[in-house]
């Protein structure tokens, strides 16, 4: 099975010669890079949020294997939807799915199912392949779609399996939890809003980041995927997390009442 570009043209250039150009204008091979156990990254439309991205693609060590946990911002039919089979494809090429590793995660995520459809028109974890592709031209992925029903014992559940299941791989594996952060507020409340909830993810809270969206009514639409992969990275032995680079669409367009914000952090 062969998930196709959704968003291509869209978020990003469809031709692979001016994806790889604009993506080239975004990242810094050169720069140093650490080993990660996750990363946090948005998924606008790359003109907006691909500086981020990119900051923080070029930071981190790339293996050959990722865990990609997004939201789902329609109704899909499980908590969590996996593809445990198949490939995806973008412009620059195909990717293949990690089937071992996406097995073991269902098998012990009860709330887990294998939902190809789920994965079909969403662009939050698609928008992440570029990137990696332009710094690997091969690797597998475990894609992750989460609905946002889910509650945090759900996300505490899905933290724990896939923790479990790269510690049994026996390799490195990065997990990539998918964000953006406040949406279609001014500037100072999304930076302020924003920091609240990117300064539970450097104390390593997934707790603490849960509870402060929604107490505060951040609308963090990937804060439930950040939860649970918290939860994994501190079972796998995180001990810190930092912030590479923090920016909204008002940057870009120039008008700061109504912005997006979005935030890039490496869990190490």
């Known amino acids: 099975m062969r998930r196709k570009a959704a968003v291509a043209g869209q978020f990003y250039p469809g031709r692979p010669d001016e994806l790889r150009r604009m993506l080239g204008s975004m990242v810094d091979p050169a720069a140093p890079k650490d080993k990660a156990v ?13 500086p981020v991205a990119g ?14 946990l997004a939201p789902s911002h329609r109704p899909i039919r499980s908590l969590f ?3 445990e089979e198949g490939e995806w494809e973008t ?20 709330s887990a199912k294998a939902d190809p ?12 392949l570029p990137f990696i592709q332009f710094f690997r031209p091969e690797f597998k992925i475990v894609p ?12 505490e559940c899905l933290g ?7 510690r049994a791989q026996k390799k490195d594996v990065l997990i990539v939890a998918s964000t953006d952060m406040s949406h279609y507020v001014s500037r100072d409340e999304a930076e302020r809003k924003d920091s609240l909830a990117i300064q539970k993810i450097l104390d390593l809270d997934p707790r603490g980041l849960f509870d402060i969206v929604g107490a505060e009514e951040i609308s963090m639409c990937g804060f439930q995927p950040v939860t649970a992969a918290l939860v994994a990275a501190k079972k796998l032995g995180a001990r810190k997390a930092e912030l590479v680079k923090y920016a909204t669409s008002g940057d870009v367009t120039g008008d700061d009442r109504q ?3 979005y935030a890039g952090l490496r869990i190490l």
Do not use: C, K, R, W
Request: no cysteine.
């Open 117 to 128: 459809a789920a994965h079909a028109a969403e662009h939050s974890l698609e928008v992440q």
């Open 91 to 110: 412009p620059l090429g195909t990717i293949g799915i990690a089937s071992d590793l996406a097995g073991s995660i269902l098998g012990s995520t009860p």
């Open 259 to 261: 912005v997006v914000g």
């Open 55 to 68: 900051a923080v693609f070029s930071s981190v060590e790339l293996p050959d294997t990722f865990v990609i």
């Open 38 to 50: 996750a990363v946090v990254s948005p998924h606008a439309g790359f003109v907006y949020s691909g």
């Open 144 to 155: 992750i779609n989460i609905s946002y029903l889910a509650s945090f014992a759900d996300l």
């Open 81 to 83: 939807a996996l593809m």
């Open 160 to 166: 724990t399996a896939v923790a479990a299941a790269i």
